[in-house]
């Protein structure tokens, strides 16, 4: 297991660690969660050894291999394939011994250790992963060069996962994967046969795919059982118990300084004031946890144009060569919320790039409003920010005629402050660089907001924040996202980019999580029998199938009853200690048996609620 022992780190003289101590029991899949700045990165450091601690200890057991992606992605004349190959050191060790060894003993020990770490079928999982990850056959055998920064660390990424270490840490890997990716990584990593730490503000991976987060807040390390938001629902029945409590023991400090501030000078009560500024003095503070600042995103409201804002009829758009996207006929009015769905290289950002006018149309009919103003947001613009200048000269150059006052203002209302706004651009987190870039987007109240991957680099908050600006901005919005949750809570319409095509999508956003999930290139329709009419349900038969509902939702109240409890127990640090290892099995073992059984409890109460709504049609 991973032990954090009472560690203390400071960077240039602010501590981002006192004291703090975690246990990460081997093979748990852990989400590293807390505020932008808290030293979460730090800690990935201080964990490889990378950085010197100042004082306690980080243990692992002897041997074992951390592994995360490397900081600089291959680039070189090595196929895609063969970089991955690579990642694994000591198959390859061997492999070479092996053309050279003599000696039948060291043959034969080199063999078995192969045998032993499948090295035979490496290539086929290699494959595999890249695959996952967005390569064809075909792109695994180009060499590293001839990809872009982003997809060579989709490589780094490939073969990290292919080396299989003992600790995976992993920083906001998703970052620079797309929908269908970050969906594969999730998927993989829920069957990850080692230990894995992950640093992410994706809640559906954080939800799916990690038994348990680690919280760094206010200098210290707590470790939680369960899924984000069984964590986001405990921190804050948590706070709010706190805050409580701190209330009430105000109240109390208040009553008893007010009895020694009337009485101390009497001498009749001069010993019942004595008694109860010792008691002042005894009571130990509870102090209330600091709500997180709220984030916020203040998008311009636009006027209203008659609709549509932008009408097609049989347009094809591509680079100069044979179109990527063809015979598009759509319609976006401004009230819409459209989310882009399909797999990487169908044509999204070619989409975004034609509604954006960065694009022309080489056939059909495109009409705009004549008054229609767009915002476009790409993950690329954040890198072509001009780094030695700052966020107020940004938007002093987009709006030469404003005051300060007014600037400052638009730069508070995207959650850059004072200090940020006249700190140069290449000292900002990526986080308050895509904050800027989302601020110069819609800086002329756009009808038409395009973001493609707005939130690389926000935190869960600014997230959450993105969610609310857009839920009450008034433009129609065009979303292409790997976050799912984002794109659940924004958009009401699907459109799936697929063979030079556009067209609506009918399932939902979880049934097309399945599809990709399941490897299928498009949903299977489902050819349905001719159902004969039905017969109307009787009263005695509602009556039941409302009974089964019922009996169901009391199964669940009871094994999420259960859960709370075993997540509690699993919460107990004096749990983790070397000589309750067989306990602590024990309990995991019980508390994944609850989860299954919930998992079974939801399922067969859908299929009740279903049956019941079907027979009161």
Known sequence: ????????????????????????????????????????????????????????????????????????????????????????TERNALMTEAETATDPHRIADIQTRLADIDAWSAEG???????????????????????????????????????????????????????????????????????????????????????????????????????YDQFARQVAERRAVLQAEAKKQEARRAHLQSFVDRFKAKASKAVQAQSRVKMLEKMETITAPEDAKKVVFTFPAPE???????????????????????????????????????????????????????????????????????????????DELFIDETPLQHVQRHRPDEGQPRLRARLAGFGLMADQAETAVGRLSGGQKARLSLLLATLDAPHLLILDEPTNHLDMESREALVEALTEYSGAVVLVSHDMHLLGLVADRLWLVKGGAVTPYTEDLEAYRKMLLAGDDAPKEVVKAAEKPKKKASREEIMALKSDVRKCEERMAKLN???????????????????????????????????EGLDRAEAMWLQAQERLETAEK
């Open 1 to 88: 297991m991973l032990k954090i022992e009472d560690i203390t780190y400071s960077v240039e003289g602010r501590p981002l660690f006192e004291g703090a101590s975690a246990t990460i029991p081997t093979g748990h899949k852990v989400g590293l969660v807390g505020r932008n700045g808290a030293g979460k990165t730090t800690l990935f450091k201080l964990i490889k050894n990378e950085l010197a601690l100042e004082g306690g200890q980080i243990s692992l057991p002897s041997r074992a291999r951390i592994g995360g992606v490397a900081q600089e992605v291959p680039s070189s004349s090595m196929s895609l394939l063969d970089t991955v190959l690579q990642a694994d």
């Open 125 to 227: 999982r290699a494959s595999s992963i890249l695959k996952g990850l967005g390569f064809d056959a075909e792109a695994q055998l180009r060499p590293c060069s001839d990809f872009s920064g982003g997809w060579r660390m989709r490589v780094a990424l490939a073969g990290v996962l292919f080396a299989q270490p003992d600790y995976l840490l992993l920083d906001e890997p998703t970052n620079y994967l797309d929908l269908e990716g970050a969906l594969w990584l999730e998927s993989y990593l829920m069957k990850y046969p080692h230990t894995v730490l992950i640093i992410s503000h994706d809640r559906g991976l954080l939800n799916r795919a990690v038994t348990g987060i680690l919280h760094l807040d206010a200098k210290k390390l707590t470790y939680w059982s369960g899924p």
């Open 304 to 382: 209203e144009l008659s609709p549509p804002i932008i009408n097609m009829e049989g347009v094809a758009v591509g680079y100069g060569g044979p179109p990527i996207l063809k015979k598009l006929s759509l319609r976006i009015d401004q009230d819409d919320r459209i989310a882009l769905l399909g797999r990487n290289g169908e044509g999204k950002s070619t989409l975004s790039k034609l509604l954006a006018g960065k694009l022309i149309a080489s056939e059909g009919k495109m009409v705009r409003s004549s008054k229609l103003r767009i915002g476009y947001f790409a993950q690329h613009q954040v």
């Open 561 to 595: 009853e259960m859960r709370d409890r075993l997540a509690k127990k699993l919460a107990d640090p004096e749990l983790y200690e070397s000589t309750r290892i067989g306990e602590l099995e024990t309990w995991n073992k019980k508390y994944a048996e609850v989860m």
